[in-house]
């Protein structure tokens, strides 16, 4: 019989408040730099506050720097994560070809993950980890099957094994497996291979952010100095 675990296991507690212990020196610089180019580069709050399901299906708030302007427009998101629900296609961010919601630079926040730091805090609270499947927002858990919920049982994570298996270049179904691959297979040795693997793959996934851009600002010069086909 598969055992469900009613809560965050010491052993995972312990590693979350270790490493982010050791990081502080490092992370602290970084989330006054954030924090403040967000401040002096938009208007409205420096941070992002978003209902988020956790353990079991619970309801927590979610921090993140803001990179979207405020009062932005979120159904269109709603929208795009319900076509990628049932469809095959990669799980490309929203704005990976641009998006006008953003604030300046808001791009690279989300592309290196520096827009999570502040959920830091979530995982000193206990509601999250440094580890685990990407917390949902309500509408998606809601529309979960049954065996999709089984996601929600573990903590959800800053990162995760979807985190270092392609992202964004998974379809949703394959997100699923992998963070239900994780739910079963959960341990210490996991974990520190995953947080390893996780600098390399930010790097990629801003690379393919910046190579994106690239492509898109050199194709209207590129169209204009071709003569059109009749």
């Given amino acids: 019989m598969r055992k469900t675990l009613t809560r965050m296991p010491n052993w995972k507690r312990a590693l979350d408040i270790a490493l982010i212990a050791l990081a502080l020196p490092a992370v602290l610089p970084i989330w006054v730099i954030v924090a403040l180019w967000v401040k002096l580069s938009s208007r409205g709050p420096v941070l992002f506050r978003q209902e988020r ?12 720097f803001r990179s979207m302007r405020d009062g932005a427009d979120t159904s269109v ?25 953003l604030i300046p630079l808001g791009a690279l926040l989300r592309a290196t993950g520096l827009d999570e730091l502040p959920q830091l805090l979530n995982v000193l609270r206990g509601e999250m980890s440094l580890v685990g499947p990407r917390p949902c927002l309500p509408y998606e858990y809601g529309s979960y099957r049954p065996w999709q919920k089984r ?18 270049r998974t379809t949703f179904n394959e997100m699923m497996q992998l963070d239900i691959a994780y739910v079963e297979n959960q341990s210490l040795a996991l974990d520190l291979r995953i947080i390893l693997q996780t600098v390399p793959a930010l790097v990629a996934q801003a690379s393919d952010v910046v190579a994106s851009r690239v492509v898109r600002a050199a194709a209207p010069a590129s169209g204009s100095s071709v003569p059109a086909r009749g």
Avoid: I
């Fill in 151 to 168: 996601r929600c049982e573990v903590v959800p994570g800053l990162t995760g094994l979807w985190q270092v298996s392609g992202k964004n």
């Fill in 53 to 64: 399901v956790g353990l079991h299906g619970s309801r927590f708030t979610c921090f993140k």
């Fill in 77 to 101: 998101h709603q929208n795009y994560l319900a076509e990628l629900m049932h469809s095959d296609c990669p799980m490309t961010k929203l704005d990976h070809n641009g998006d006008a919601r």
